[in-house]
C-alpha cells in the first residue's frame, strides 16, 4: 500500500509540474488561434503522462531498455495526440473564419447567410442565433424603410395641405385689403375656418411629436366606458348631422377602465370623425364596448366600403390616408397614427379589420382592477 501511494505521488508531483507549465502557456498563448491553444492542451496532456510516467520510472531503477521502450511509447501516442489536435483546431478554426465572414456580410448591410458544412454544436448554436438576429434586423430594416417612406410622405402632404389654406389667405387678405371683397363678412369667415383647420393641424402634429418623443405624459383615473364613449358621441353628433350620418351607439357595457380621459377622448374623436368623414350620407356609424379576455375592447365601425388589403397594415401609419384625394376633409393623415400612439402608451393596442360594408376599428384596453 505504502509503494502504491509513493507511486501516486511521484506520478502526481510529474504531470501537476507539466500541468503548471501548460497552464502558464494557455495564459501566455490567450489571445492566439485556437489551433495553437489545442496544441497545447494536446502537448500538456502527453507531457503530463509522460513525466508522470518517467518519475515512477527512474524511482522503480527501470533498466535503460525498458526506460526507452517507456518513453517511445508515449512519445508515439504525443505524435498521434498532437496530429489529432491539430486537425480538429484547424476544422474548428476554419468553421469560425466562415461564420465570421457571414456574419460581416449581414453587418454590412446584407442579410446572413449560414455557412455551408457542419460545424461545432457551439458553432452551429452561434449560426443559429446569428440566423435569428439577421431575421430580426431585417424586420428592423423593413420598419425603418416604412417608416422613413411615411416621413417622406407625410412632408409632402403636409406641404401641400399648408400650402393651400395659405394662398386662399393671402388672396383674401389682399383682397380685403385692397377693398375688393364684394363681401367682407363672407371672407373673414372663411378666413376663420382655414385658420382653425390649420391650427388643428399642427395641434396633431405637436401631440404625434410628444408621443414619437416619448414625453406624452398621461394622467390615469378610473372611469366608466359608458361615461367615456358617451362623451365621444355627443361631441361627433354636429359632424354627423352635418354629413347625414346616423351614431349608434347602443352597445356599451359599463365597465370600468383606468385611463387618461382626456387622450382617451381624444382617441375615440378622432376614430368617429375619421368614420363620419369615410361614411356616405345615410350611412350608419356604431360605436360598441364590452368585456373581452384581454380587456375592454371599444369600436367603431363604418360604412366606407372597406380598406383594400394591402393597406390594412399601413392604416396607422404616420401620413397614410389611402386613396382619398389630398383635400380636405382627407386631413394629413395623423389622427390615426395618433390613435395608436395614445392606447400603446395606455398598454393598450389598436387594430382595423374589414366587415360587411365597412371596417371596424377597434382599441383593446386593460380592464381596471378591482
Not at 326 to 333: I, S, V, Y
Request: with cysteine; net charge negative.
Amino acid at each position: 500500500m505504502d509503494d502504491t501511494l509513493l507511486i501516486a505521488l511521484l506520478a502526481f508531483l510529474g504531470a501537476a509540474a507539466a500541468g503548471l507549465l501548460g497552464a502558464l502557456a494557455l495564459r501566455r498563448l490567450r489571445h492566439r488561434s485556437l489551433v495553437v491553444s489545442l496544441a497545447v492542451v494536446a502537448t500538456v496532456a502527453v507531457t503530463a503522462m509522460l513525466a508522470g510516467t518517467l518519475t515512477v520510472a527512474w524511482a522503480m531503477f527501470l533498466s535503460p531498455h525498458d526506460l526507452s521502450v517507456v518513453t517511445t511509447v508515449v512519445a508515439m501516442a504525443a505524435v498521434v495526440s498532437l496530429a489529432t489536435a491539430l486537425l480538429l483546431g484547424r476544422w474548428v478554426a476554419a468553421g469560425s473564419r466562415d461564420l465570421a465572414a457571414a456574419a460581416r456580410s449581414f453587418g454590412d448591410g446584407g442579410t446572413f447567410a449560414a455557412p455551408e458544412g457542419q460545424v461545432a454544436a457551439e458553432l452551429a448554436t452561434l449560426t443559429r442565433e446569428l440566423a435569428a438576429t439577421s431575421a430580426k434586423l431585417e424586420n428592423s430594416r423593413e420598419r425603418e424603410r416604412a417608416l422613413e417612406a411615411s416621413r417622406r410622405e407625410l412632408v409632402a402632404w403636409i406641404s401641400h395641405d399648408l400650402r393651400t389654406p395659405l394662398t386662399g389667405l393671402r388672396a383674401m387678405s389682399e383682397a380685403l385689403e385692397d377693398g375688393m371683397a364684394a363681401d367682407s363678412g363672407r371672407y373673414l369667415r372663411q378666413i376663420r375656418t382655414e385658420v382653425e383647420r390649420m391650427n388643428d393641424m399642427v395641434g396633431d402634429l405637436f401631440e404625434l411629436s410628444r408621443i414619437h418623443a416619448g414625453s406624452l405624459t398621461l394622467t390615469p383615473a378610473r372611469i366608466s366606458v359608458y361615461d367615456l364613449v358617451g362623451d365621444a358621441l355627443a361631441g361627433a353628433h354636429p359632424l354627423a348631422r352635418e354629413h347625414g350620418v346616423r351614431l349608434v351607439g347602443d352597445r356599451i357595457d359599463a365597465v370600468p377602465v383606468e385611463v387618461d380621459s382626456k387622450e382617451m377622448s381624444r382617441v375615440l374623436g378622432n376614430l368617429l370623425i375619421n368614420a363620419i368623414r369615410r361614411t356616405p350620407a345615410d350611412g350608419t356609424v356604431a360605436v360598441a364596448a364590452q368585456r373581452s379576455p384581454s380587456g375592454v375592447v371599444l369600436s367603431v365601425t363604418d360604412g366606407c366600403g372597406g380598406i383594400p388589403e394591402e393597406d390594412l397594415g399601413r392604416v396607422f401609419d404616420t401620413g397614410w390616408r389611402g386613396s382619398h384625394a389630398r383635400t380636405p376633409p382627407a386631413g394629413a393623415g395623423l389622427g390615426l397614427a395618433i390613435v395608436r400612439g395614445i392606447v400603446e402608451a395606455h398598454a393598450g393596442r389598436a387594430d382595423v379589420r374589414n366587415v360587411t360594408g365597412g371596417c371596424c376599428f377597434e382599441v383593446t384596453l386593460p380592464a381596471a382592477s378591482g
